[in-house]
Each structure stands twice: as C-alpha cells, then as structure tokens.
T-cell receptor, first 112, second 113 residues
Framework: DAGVIQSPRHEVTEMGQEVTLRCKLI?????LFWYRQTMMRGLELLIY????????DSGMPEDRFSAKMPNASFSTLKIQPSEPRDSAVYFC??????????FGDGTRLSIL | GENVEQHPSTLSVQEGDSAVIKCTYS??????FPWYKQELGKRPQLIID?????GEKKDQRIAVTLNKTAKHFSLHITETQPEDSAVYFC????????????FGGGTRLMVKP
C-alpha cells in the first residue's frame, strides 16, 4: 500500500528561480494538505483541498506561492520567484472521510 | 483562529520512566486531537488521536487524556524505550474529520538508556 509520495526529496536552487514541489495522494483519498516546517514556526498549514477544490488557502504566505490539483490524485506547490526565507521542509498529507491525515516524506528545500 | 501551546519543549527521561507532554488549545469548538511522532529527517506519523466525546484513550504504552472544560490534553508514554526518542506534536481541529489541524510547537523527547 503506497503512502503519500512527494518529489523531489531535496531541492537546492538559487533565489529568483521557480520551484515546483509535487505530491501524489494515497489512492482513494480525497483531501490534500500542504504544510511547511521550519525551526522558527514549526508545522504550518499552507492550503488544503477537498475533492480537487481549494477550501482554505489562508496559510499561503504570499502571492509567490500557488497550489493546484490538476486531478484527484496529484498536486503541485509552486514558488515563483523563490527567496532564501522559503527554505524549509514542505510536507503534503492526504486523508479520506473521517480518517487521520497521512504525511509524505517531505521535500527539503534550500534557496541560496 | 485556534492556538495550540505545547509543553515542555524538551524532555529527557531515563529508560523505563514515564513521559508526559501537555497541550492547551484556545478554541472551545475544537473536537479532534491527534498526536504525531516525528523522528529526525522523517515524516510526522500519527501515534494516537482522541475525539471530544471521550476523556481518555489508550494504546499499549501510549495514552491520551482530554479535559474539555480546561481545554487541555496530554500524552502519556509509560515504560519509555530509546526508540521513543523523537519530536512529538499535538494538534487540534474543529471538526471530527480532522481538517485544518493546528499544531503545537513540538516536544523533543530524549530517552536515555
């Protein structure tokens, strides 16, 4: 049973570049959550989708961040242009019905 | 919005001792409280959760208690083992379905052999 799959696992890029993080939901799950984890701010919810529809994006830091669900099993989180303060571990999680959220292994992003 | 405070931020115990981590929440409408364990460089993994219709839940060496009146909940780990060493996060959510989790700041638990 495959869990939530995130790619890439690590990303190092220079500031100003576009960054795209990817997430594949667990088969059958219909809710998708993007989190950011830093030492200073802990685990923060950025945005979540239910049945491909964005429900709450109040955690998205600014317009440089955008997230999409082009289909029921896949999501992207894009940062354009990236800045050093965006460096963090980005997790996505998925769930279905009344079940708990299951996290992916995360993407460790470093913006130089 | 919801605010979740977690204490202590670090906790060191001797193997075999018990460990207790406490969280408080601000929104009385919150009714779902999961606990996640995160080992270094790994994903957060759910270890136990409790819903507001019960006051206590136990799973082997792990238990969680909830006091809705005081708006606090606690994680209890008995007979700690070195492999329990990790960062533990509590979270709260307003609906039983677990959407919109607000996480506490985390507790780094170190179990000394």
């Amino acid at each position: 049973d495959a869990g939530v799959i995130q790619s890439p696992r690590h990303e190092v890029t220079e500031m100003g570049q576009e960054v795209t993080l990817r997430c594949k939901l667990i088969s059958g799950h219909n809710s998708l959550f993007w989190y950011r984890q830093t030492m200073m701010r802990g685990l923060e919810l950025l945005i979540y989708f239910n049945n491909n529809v964005p429900i709450d994006d109040s955690g998205m830091p600014e317009d440089r961040f955008s997230a999409k669900m082009p289909n029921a099993s896949f999501s992207t989180l894009k940062i354009q242009p990236s800045e050093p303060r965006d460096s963090a571990v980005y997790f996505c999680a998925s769930r279905v019905g009344n079940q708990p959220q299951h996290f992916g292994d995360g993407t460790r992003l470093s913006i130089l | 919005g919801e605010n979740v405070e977690q204490h202590p931020s670090t906790l060191s115990v001797q193997e075999g001792d018990s460990a207790v981590i406490k969280c408080t929440y601000s929104d009385s409408a919150s009714n779902y409280f999961p606990w996640y364990k995160q080992e270094l460089g790994k994903r957060p993994q759910l270890i136990i959760d409790i819903r507001s219709n019960v006051g206590e839940k136990k799973d082997q060496r792990i238990a969680v208690t909830l006091n809705k009146t005081a708006k606090h909940f606690s994680l209890h780990i008995t007979e700690t083992q070195p492999e329990d060493s990790a960062v533990y996060f509590c979270a709260a959510s307003k609906n039983n379905a677990g959407n919109m989790l607000t996480f506490g700041g985390g507790t780094r638990l170190m179990v000394k052999p």
